[in-house]
Nanobody, 117 residues
Framework: QVQLAESGGGLVQPGGSLRLSCAASASISSINTMAWYRQAPGKQRELVARITNGGTTNYADSVKGRFTISRDNAKNAMYLQMNSLKPEDTAVYSC???????????WGQGTQVTVSS
């Protein structure tokens, strides 16, 4: 498996932008699925966006048109560009990776995103 480390979280005003990064400890070129999840206080963890090694992306309805997921296999990294942030986007954001054949996926520790004026 692979170790993942998120960065880029912080406090931002509504309407602002943040870019999250997820650095992997090893090559991600053969990892089938990488994703961003988030969990707000008192709520269940939810999928925010997912990207395959072929570049296919999926987004939660709540972030479509505002968030963009990408991956750079050469840098062993995944990103989440978040624009037009809303207070309801406040959560801990975690990256996830899964390769076919692994017994389970790998998770990062998470990074806090707070959207508030």
């Amino acid at each position: 498996q692979v170790q993942l480390a998120e960065s880029g979280g912080g406090l931002v005003q509504p309407g602002g932008s943040l870019r999250l990064s997820c650095a992997a400890s090893a090559s991600i070129s053969s990892i089938n699925t990488m994703a961003w999840y988030r969990q707000a206080p008192g709520k269940q963890r939810e999928l925010v966006a997912r990207i395959t090694n072929g570049g296919t992306t999926n987004y939660a309805d709540s972030v479509k048109g505002r968030f963009t997921i990408s991956r750079d296999n050469a840098k062993n990294a995944m990103y989440l560009q978040m624009n037009s942030l809303k207070p309801e986007d406040t959560a801990v954001y975690s990256c996830y990776a899964y390769r076919i054949g692994w017994s389970a996926g790998s998770w990062g520790q998470g990074t806090q995103v707070t959207v508030s004026s």
